[in-house]
């Protein structure tokens, strides 16, 4: 797989728009979310775990 500057941009764009009810849960969910790319990434599986999960409202994206 070849990843190209236009891949890094949505990222960050994606990446940009996690909403929470809190900043700590913001950044929260943002760590899980890079956490998850790095890892759908990566050319060898990983066995590491991911950051724990965080409760969003679903009302943040409707």
Known sequence: MRLVLDDLIMVLMANGGIRA????N???ASRRFAALLVRSFDTESSSAP???VVHLPLTAVI
Do not use: R
């Open 21 to 24: 009810t809190s900043n700590a």
């Open 26 to 28: 913001a950044v929260a």
């Open 50 to 52: 991911l950051p724990p």
